[in-house]
């Protein structure tokens, strides 16, 4: 073919896109991280350590951090039933709610807020029943754990699904074949295939509730010390014009969120190159 | 149970066991709880003083402001929005070049960034006391705390999503038809409204939605930037808030109830143009 024989053809519009591109990026998402870094930089590393260790500060990491592992918990236990009832099985609004997973993302995190501090409050509809047994869930550290595992539940359902529907049926009838059990089968043939996905899920769902704040904010109580999460008090100390401290604990945030999101790339590469090798 | 059905291995038999139906069961209860309970507790609230005292909070010159510029953002974000998506896909789709990885990290940045982080890094950079806010102030120029400051954050938190949708369908789909238009003569545009646009018309809507719906919703960053002027820098978020605080429960659902209409109405396109292929079904997204 004549084709194949002259250089590969080029494309018209690589100037003009990429330049594009390259402003916008430059404009839009880079140079406020870089102003981020410089104001961060100003600060000066005794005075970073000093803010970032504060009481209030290191408080509201721990009330973060513990709040996002309840919920990334709540998160794998769900999500995963979610998806396998989603992948597996054949019941009446099935597709209703395959498509009612993805609601935590399409629905504002404020009004998720108020819906769910309505919910739990403890005249509401769930926070009733509950206070009668003695479980108070709005305005403690659980319902910042709640408010968080809704708005990060669409994380592992949908990154389990698609592995999932990719198990070979062959691996189970063989396992089947040699007299395993339902339970068994799960265990050591499907749940080692969809670990890494599974993992993946729970890593994205853990970044996602370091930084939510929307849905939190409104069932949290935000009492200092005690149910503050990270990033209300960066608000605070911005409304407080203390922008060292917010910039110190933002930048905190922000690489903290990095590492974590680098580590799910990384598991997910791994369990795509798993896929693959496993034909 | 058939013959075939017994040669299938146990998990994934559709008859029979009390294990099956417990789960699904408990399936449909957590969703319940977890999805339907917050939907119906919305417009519960919204209605609960009824119909009329409902329209009255939703026609309050506030809440009506704070939903124009909810929409003025949206028609100002999205397209741009749109633009960059496109470009991006095509600069990163259609040629080779050194750090093509970097870029497409660099692209998908802002879903790491917290909503109040992306609000602290646009106050650090153009607010009084920030990187350029000297030079700003020189020229009378207010960003932060002020309607442009809210375009900013926004173009900021939404800039990945209709690129994130279209550049993975264009890397698979090749350049072999663009390749083809243009050395029968055609030129981008014409290359890229004939051959590339119907190949990926559907990923584009789905991402340009999704896009919509994360700026109309977009709470935390908006809340940094904005300065909350009631009437002014309100968007329908931070009203629904501001409602909220001024113990005026009722009429924070009933504005609520119009962003949770856009949220299913979002739902509903996206299943709709799923139906029809386009977009990644089971990819997640923020």
């Known amino acids: 073919m004549a084709g194949a024989l002259t250089a590969r053809r080029v494309l018209p519009g690589f100037g003009p896109t990429m330049g594009l591109t390259l402003f916008y990026l430059s404009l839009v998402v880079l140079l406020p991280i870089v102003a981020l870094a410089l104001k961060t930089g100003e600060i000066g590393l005794a005075r970073y350590l000093d ?41 009446p609004g099935k597709r209703l709610l395959d498509a009612l997973i993805d609601l935590p993302f399409a629905l504002p995190t404020a009004v998720a807020g108020i ?22 869930i709005a305005y403690t550290p659980l319902g910042i754990a709640i408010a968080m595992a809704f708005t990060s539940l669409p994380f592992v359902v949908r990154t389990v699904q698609p592995v999932l ?17 339902a339970w068994q089968i799960f265990r050591k043939v499907i749940f080692p295939t969809i670990l890494p996905a599974f993992i993946a899920g729970c890593t994205l769902a853990f970044a996602r509730c370091l930084g939510e704040f929307g849905a939190v ?14 990033a209300l008090l960066i608000f605070i100390r911005l409304e407080e014009y203390d922008y060292p401290a917010a910039a110190a604990i933002a ?6 969120a990095l590492v974590v999101l680098l580590l799910a790339n990384w598991l997910q590469a791994r369990s795509q190159r798993h896929s693959e090798k496993t034909p | 149970m058939s013959a075939a059905e017994d040669r299938l291995p146990p998990l994934r038999r559709s008859s029979g066991s009390v294990g099956r139906i417990a789960l699904i069961v408990l399936g449909i209860v957590l969703a319940l709880l977890l999805l339907v309970a917050p939907l119906a507790v919305i417009f519960a609230e919204a209605f609960s003083k009824g119909v009329a ?66 609000g602290v890094i646009y106050i650090l950079l153009y607010g009084a006391n920030g990187l350029l806010g000297p030079l700003l102030a020189d020229h009378d120029i207010r960003l932060m705390f002020a309607v442009p400051g809210i375009f900013l954050v926004s173009l900021f938190v939404t800039s990945p999503f209709v690129a994130r949708e279209i550049i993975p369908l264009m890397q698979s789909q090749g350049s072999d038809d663009e390749e083809a238009a243009t050395s029968l003569g055609a030129g981008f545009w014409q290359t890229f409204f004939r051959v590339t646009l119907p190949n990926i018309k559907w990923a584009l809507l789905y991402g340009a939605v999704l896009c919509n719906a994360r700026v109309m919703g ?12 009631r009437g002014e820098t309100n968007t329908l978020p931070l009203h629904i808030e501001l ?19 856009l949220a299913l109405v979002t739902l509903g396109i996206k299943t709709l143009i799923e139906a029809k292929g386009g977009g990644d079904p089971h990819r997640p997204r923020h």
């Open chain 1, 165 to 181: 529907e990719d198990v070979r049926p062959e691996v189970e009838e063989a396992a089947a074949s040699r007299g395993a059990r």
């Open chain 1, 115 to 136: 819906a769910l501090t309505a919910l739990f409050a403890p005249n509401g509809w769930f926070g009733a029943p509950l206070a009668a047994m003695g479980i108070k």
């Open chain 1, 51 to 91: 803010i970032i260790t504060g009481p209030r500060v290191l408080a509201s990491f721990r009330v973060t951090v513990t709040a996002a592992l309840l919920a990334t918990a709540i998160n794998a236990g769900i999500g995963l039933l979610l998806a396998w009832n989603l992948v597996r099985y054949d019941f």
């Open chain 1, 251 to 256: 930048s905190t945030v922000l690489v903290a």
């Open chain 2, 218 to 229: 977009e709470f935390g960053a908006v809340s940094v930037v904005s300065g909350n002027v």
């Open chain 2, 243 to 261: 409602l909220y605080h001024d113990y005026n429960a009722v009429g924070a659902f009933a504005a609520a109830t119009t962003l949770t209409v």
């Open chain 1, 217 to 230: 904010i409104f069932i949290a109580g935000n009492l200092p010390e005690q149910t503050e999460i990270a």
């Open chain 2, 53 to 118: 005292y409902y329209a009255r909070n939703i026609v309050q010159a506030d809440t009506l402001h704070a939903i124009w510029l909810t929409v003025l953002t949206a028609i100002v974000v999205v397209p741009v929005n749109i633009g960059f998506g496109i470009a991006a896909a095509w600069a990163v789709t259609k040629f080779r070049f050194p750090g093509k990885k970097l870029l497409i990290a660099l692209i998908e940045l802002p879903f790491s960034v917290s909503p109040i982080v992306a």
